[in-house]
């Protein structure tokens, strides 16, 4: 997989949409506010991506990262913006970071909260969605150290041996689409 020269795609200061439990936007907020401490919980977004092999695309966060930095997660997670849906988010994101043009299918949506020492939390309303492509992957060095693909099975087994290399997000929804969604992947 090739990598692109580093793109700043993400900023500390953009407004990250704010909601309730029901999904209710409160207010917006600047990202960096939004993780800090225990977190404020806000819309996000997550997406596994996979090939017509059938394996699922993993990415080596950046070390720039301030949460989970050179942590590995799904393909592509993120924040959907003021007057964005969650799946046009994902589809400006898939462009964004890995270079690729692709459909997501919504599967489901958590609520969740982990935190990651004292740099902050993640408490996001995170609608999980699910992609596919065989286009050349081109990853943005701002947002993405590496990526591999895996067999389920391999990411499977991956988790239950070394499940302190994963993020917390990504354990998470990746049980629950073994689980519940198996048919779908």
């Known amino acids: 997989m090739s990598s692109s020269s580093p793109r700043t795609v993400s900023f500390d200061d953009e407004p990250l949409i704010v909601v309730d439990e029901q999904n209710n936007v409160l207010e917006y907020r600047p990202k960096a506010d939004v993780h800090a401490g225990d977190g404020i919980l806000h819309r996000a977004f997550s997406v596994f991506l996979f090939n017509d092999q059938g394996e699922v ?31 046009a988010a994902a589809v400006r994101r898939l462009a964004e970071e890995l270079g690729i043009q692709a459909e997501p299918e919504y599967i489901y949506s958590f609520t969740y909260h982990a935190r990651y020492g004292e740099a902050g939390s993640e408490r996001e309303l995170c609608s999980v969605f699910l992609a596919r492509t065989d286009a050349p992957i081109v990853a943005n060095r701002s947002e993405i150290a590496e990526t591999r693909w895996l067999a389920p099975a391999d990411l499977d087994a991956a988790l239950r041996n070394d499940p302190e290399q994963y993020t917390p997000w990504l354990k998470m929804e990746w049980a629950r689409l073994r689980g519940e969604f198996a048919d779908r992947l």
Not at 70 to 80: E, G, K, R, V
């Open 57 to 87: 695309l993993l990415q080596r966060r950046a070390e720039g990262k301030p949460l989970w930095p050179d942590y590995w997660s799904n393909a592509c997670c993120s924040h959907p913006r003021r007057g964005e849906t969650e799946a």
